[in-house]
């Protein structure tokens, strides 16, 4: 481990939808030329090497989160424009996972084990 | 991004398989202490950043590789001891997921998008 990595402090999140089968296309074409704005708008509230993959009909996504007030970066991003143009694509493309707050989305798994 | 972090470079991996609800317990159990040659293993074979989520009955590995041969890692892997002890407590808390190869327990997802 680096000097710079070791300075880190991260929280690893995982999370969980399912894309719907009809919009699977749809979803991996947007996924593959991300708005420039949207990943701008994620680095600019502390999330970090952020990746999303799927598995049939299941998308999961990793990210490090490395700010000190998640609440309030959620809510940076929710409150740009840009990006909540995105959500109006990607919104209709998912459907959450069961056991999934009402009103979710994504839906959180829990850390269970960490090799540094 | 700082000059360390720009010249790892790492292929990232994300891995499901289902925990056996009636093994849950134990699976929890047996990662909150995973035993020191077990990781060990893994660092030497060049996996980084590993960690294992759960939602659910569902299982969610996240891990960066970053050696330059992923089939000889798995094998120094697979030819541990202590590992392959470890796998006799860890196999029967596991069912595979639908999609999965026949033989496999974890099965890899595909990246669909990445943010650095």
């Given at each position: 481990m680096t000097a710079s990595e070791?300075?880190?402090s991260v929280v690893r999140?995982?999370?969980l939808?399912?894309?719907?089968?009809?919009?699977r296309d749809e979803y991996l074409a947007?996924?593959?030329?991300v708005w420039p704005q949207v990943e701008a708008t994620l680095t600019a509230s502390n999330f970090t090497n952020y990746?999303?993959?799927?598995?049939?009909?299941?998308?999961i996504s990793y990210f490090e989160y490395a700010g000190d007030d998640y609440a309030a970066d959620l809510e940076r991003i929710a409150a740009d424009p840009v990006t909540r143009k995105w959500w109006t694509h990607t919104d209709p493309c998912q459907t959450p996972v069961d056991g999934a707050p009402e009103g979710a989305i994504w839906v959180d798994a829990r850390e269970v084990w960490h090799l540094t």
């Open positions: 070791s300075a880190r999140h995982s999370q939808v399912k894309v719907r089968p009809e919009r947007l996924h593959a030329a990746t999303i993959f799927i598995h049939d009909d299941l998308l």
